[in-house]
């Protein structure tokens, strides 16, 4: 019995002291990018330095082609990239952001020997996180949320928003990821990630039917190609 209460006694320690020790989830909304402003009209540097461009975060994986880029300002011509989208942005790459001055868009390539486009962070659930939410764009919005390896379902909750529930991490230290599977153009363009205490809703029937006349219609549909800027590797 003695042993018993020592090894729970010791697993609740070591719990506890990962908990102090973990650092909080830090530049959710993107705001603290360091990149110069890129001139208007023109064109920033195709090559972005990631530490500058999303503080905090770490990149995607690269795939066996290793064609994965942090850009800003900029897109590919089909390689992977995260990008991120600021002031002074060119018109030529049709993109404003979403909230503040700084938005992430995370672009996918016609094959997943490319890698994966993701933004990741490790930090410390609020204990009294319910959810997760986050503005996304209406037209990229190929979004896929995950903590420690754990695909979040998303919920809409209106105002262009999106709710994860993240009940069961709550208080803990977990790996939090967005990423985008999607080629035909949607991508994901996201800003201001947001723990909340709030429950995430029940998805209404009407939402079921909007999912499954989407799914439909791009099952029915063609491949579009998407018409980025001229920056190719």
């Known amino acids: 019995m003695r042993i018993r209460q020592s090894i729970y006694l010791s697993a609740t320690l070591v719990s506890t002291l990962r908990s102090v020790l973990a650092a909080e989830f830090q530049n959710l909304n993107f705001e603290r990018a360091t990149i110069p402003p890129t001139p208007v009209g023109q064109f920033?540097?195709?090559?972005?330095?990631?530490?500058?461009?999303f503080p905090g975060w770490t990149m995607g994986p690269s795939g066996t082609a290793n064609l994965n880029y942090t850009l800003y300002n900029n897109l590919t011509l089909g390689s992977v990239a995260e990008v991120l989208v600021g002031p002074s942005y060119p018109n030529a790459i049709g993109f404003t952001s979403l909230e503040g001055s700084?938005?992430?868009?995370?672009?996918?390539?016609?094959?997943?020997?490319?890698?994966?486009?993701?933004?990741?962070?490790?930090?410390?659930?609020?204990?009294?996180?319910?959810?997760?939410?986050?503005?996304m764009s209406q037209t990229?919005?190929?979004?896929?949320?995950?903590?420690?390896g754990v695909?979040?379902?998303?919920?809409?909750?209106?105002?262009g928003?999106?709710?994860?529930?993240?009940?069961?991490?709550?208080?803990?230290?977990?790996?939090?990821?967005?990423?985008?599977?999607?080629?035909?153009?949607?991508?994901?363009?996201?800003d201001d990630v947001t723990f909340s205490p709030a429950t995430v809703p029940e998805p209404s029937v009407p939402w079921f039917v909007g999912l499954g006349s989407v799914v439909l219609f791009c099952c029915q549909s063609r491949p579009d190609h998407h018409q980025p800027t001229p920056f190719r590797r």
């Not at 920033?44 to 461009?53: C, I, N, R, V």
């Not at 992430?104 to 997760?132: E, K, M, N, W, Y």
């Not at 994860?164 to 035909?184: H, I, K, P, W």
Request: glycine share 8%; hydrophobic share 45%; aromatic share 10%.
């Open 44 to 53: 920033g540097p195709l090559f972005a330095d990631p530490a500058l461009a």
């Open 102 to 135: 700084y938005s992430a868009l995370l672009q996918f390539g016609p094959s997943t020997a490319l890698g994966t486009p993701a933004l990741i962070q490790t930090g410390l659930v609020p204990a009294d996180a319910r959810s997760i939410t986050f503005l």
């Open 161 to 190: 928003r999106m709710a994860c529930d993240v009940t069961m991490f709550a208080g803990r230290e977990a790996q939090l990821m967005f990423s985008t599977t999607s080629y035909n153009g949607r991508w994901l363009y996201f």
């Open 140 to 148: 990229q919005n190929d979004a896929r949320v995950t903590l420690d």
């Open 151 to 159: 695909v979040i379902p998303l919920v809409p909750i209106g105002g």
